[in-house]
């Protein structure tokens, strides 16, 4: 199957305090499936909407989003929540790790409602091995840092091994260190599994090193460019 996220004329609208704010503008963008694709914008450019939209998490005023040639307007609740599980992953800023639960369960927690064809502890036992955290699978939240957090996060949004994964700032609250081994983290995926990445970014260095890059403003993309990536 063909993965490919298409938005056709995609446009949000906020309304409040008697004032209507566009978020996002007509915009039309192809993802391919595979890729990895940096969005940047200053602050309001509407790049954090589109991630939400593209996930599910919010629905556009008017537009339509097409994955693998279906309209996910078609899906109903339901639908949609089976649609997030089986193909997006997501990673934000804030890790949104359970404090109580150590990083094992905080993996294993997207599956604890789920039928899935696998040993659930077992393929969350292995994608913590993959992102570096073998020694840390029985620590609590409180217990890991910053970026150890940032890669339970990450180990949580691969465990049922989606097409995509959405980025939303990821490395916002993290050293430049750190932030570039959370960036290269998300490369070796890419390359070796196979999902897309969409990465929302502040950080001009990182988007550089996208296969494309997108560049919004005021809701609209003002840029959609081919990059050489290393």
Known sequence: MDFSIVCKGLRKEFQGDGIKTRALDEVN??????????????SGSGKSTLLSILGTLDSPTSGSILYNNEDIKTYNKNGLADFRFNHIGFIFQ????LPTLTSLENVMAPLFSRNVP???KER???VLERVGLKDKMNSLPSQLSGGQQQRVAIARAIVHEPHWLLADEPTGNLDTETGDIIFSLLTELNREKGCGVIFVTHDPALAAKADRMIEMKDGKILSDKELARV
């Open 124 to 126: 969350a036992e292995a």
């Open 118 to 120: 696998y040993n659930k």
């Open 94 to 97: 804030q890790f949104h790790l």
């Open 29 to 42: 963008a192809t993802f391919k499936k595979g890729e990895f694709v940096s969005i940047v914008g200053t």
